[in-house]
């Protein structure tokens, strides 16, 4: 009888223990979302220690552009002249552990570290676009002082800002960062989006917000930075010519059009339902250990 008891108390202080460690546990990850994502103090030690900054390097055209200004298409017009290959966080989707790195870029603060950072992200490209380095061009001109840079344009800053708006729940909102909580991806993309946004912010002195006061100034400050021989202002309707003459490359296909914001409600929409699931089965399993809980008292 007193061994039963025994198996029963033991029983029941396991149980109390996993309950206890679930919730503390739960607890300090919910507690890690409302922040951005710290850096990794580890990693950030091993870039330190390498030697210089990686001049050079592979990149051959920096498209400094702001997201929405159909990078997707210019990608797609570069990968047919021959440039590959091409770093767009949005395509291929589910680049994780880039979108990660990507974040740290734009909250780190020490140039020499960011530059070792965006180098290491961009190994073996021959183009980046959107960000993180349209936040950081000011490194990559120096990382790379051969490449070209073409600053892609809408037609007008109203027509950017109407498409910025038009394609779902802002990457960089609460409510996206609480419903894809659990969906790999989702924290990272909107620490990126929402540091990026604040660098403009402190950049530019206008609000952290889309806006045609944010369109004209990122575009004033990438043709003042950049020595106009490396230089091209793009839009998609310029078609091969005005690109093909600047990089030296013949014209092949009619000039290709990406559907970006096709890709980025896909995404997100996905993320979403992934997001109330994976909600649904944390709730569950809170759920189903208070009701283990409750049996053992």
């Known amino acids: ?26 607890g300090l990850v919910l507690r890690s979302g409302i922040s951005i ?18 001049h050079g390097g592979t990149i051959k055209v920096i498209v400094a552009g702001l997201p ?26 589910c680049q994780f552990d880039n979108l990660r ?11 020499a570290l960011r530059r070792r950072k965006l180098a290491k992200l961009l190994q ?3 183009v980046t676009l959107e960000v993180p380095g349209s936040a950081c061009l000011p490194d990559l001109l120096e990382m790379y002082p051969d490449a070209k840079v073409i600053l892609t344009e809408r ?21 996206f960062r609480w419903i894809g909580y659990w969906v790999p991806g989702v924290v990272a993309a909107n620490d990126l989006y929402r540091g990026w946004m604040q660098l403009a912010s402190e950049r530019f002195g206008v609000e952290a917000e889309p806006s045609e006061e944010l369109y004209h100034a990122h575009s004033a400050w990438v043709k003042s930075i950049v020595p106009r021989e490396r230089l091209l202002v793009f839009k998609c309707q310029d078609g091969w010519g005005p690109l093909c003459e600047f990089l030296g490359r013949q ?47």
């Open 155 to 175: 037609t007008s800053a109203a027509v950017w800002l109407s498409s910025w708006r038009g394609f779902g729940i802002d990457l960089r909102s609460d409510c």
């Open 1 to 26: 009888m007193e061994t039963t008891k025994l198996q029963m108390d033991m029983h029941k202080s396991n149980s109390w223990l996993y309950y206890k460690l679930s919730i503390h546990t739960l």
């Open 68 to 93: 929405r200004t159909g990078t997707i298409s210019m990608k797609r017009a570069l990968e047919e002249l021959g440039y590959g290959p091409c770093f767009h966080l949005a395509e291929p989707l």
């Open 251 to 297: 014209r092949p296909n009619p000039f290709p059009h990406g559907n970006e914001a096709g890709y980025l409600r896909y995404y997100k929409r996905v993320a979403m339902v992934l997001g109330i699931f994976l909600w649904l089965v944390v709730l569950a399993m809170a759920v189903l250990s208070l009701f283990v809980m409750s049996l053992v008292e």
């Open 124 to 126: 073996g490209s021959e």
């Open 37 to 54: 994502t710290s850096p990794d103090p580890k990693a950030d030690a091993k870039l330190q220690v390498t030697s210089g900054v990686h």
């Open 101 to 111: 790195q990507s974040a740290a870029i734009v909250h780190t603060k020490d140039t």
